[in-house]
């Protein structure tokens, strides 16, 4: 079997726990920061903190993803990081995450 490409970091998020979510909730899915798995080789323990000066790729901060990922910066106390690559689309930031060389926040179904 081959092994996965893309590995998740330690940042986790219920993403049905979004306050005042428009949406209906027919599943519970999670959030993991990603990225390619030779990035961060040697670090054994990774906080979101830790990431804040690394090259992102993120959703807009006003789309539904986006509102996801500002609130779990904020919950813990952070500010956005510098994103390099701003876009809504998948296809994009799957692009510049096999570079690898970036990071994103997407849903850990996407490792399935």
């Known amino acids: 079997m081959a092994t ?3 590995k998740p970091l330690g940042m986790r998020t219920d993403v049905s726990a979004v306050p005042r979510s428009p949406v209906l909730h027919l599943f519970r ?3 993991a920061v990603m990225t390619d798995k030779t990035y961060l080789v ?3 323990k990774v906080r979101l903190s830790d990431l804040m000066n690394e090259r992102w790729t993120l959703s807009p901060p006003d789309s539904f993803l986006g509102r996801i990922v500002v609130d779990v910066f904020r919950r813990r106390k952070l500010e956005l990081p510098r994103t390099v690559v701003t876009t809504v689309s998948l296809y994009r930031r799957l692009g510049r995450l096999a570079s690898g060389r970036f990071l994103t926040v997407l849903p ?3 490792l399935r």
């Open 4 to 6: 996965p490409r893309y």
């Open 29 to 31: 899915n999670t959030l």
């Open 42 to 44: 040697g670090r054994k």
């Open 108 to 110: 850990t179904t996407m």
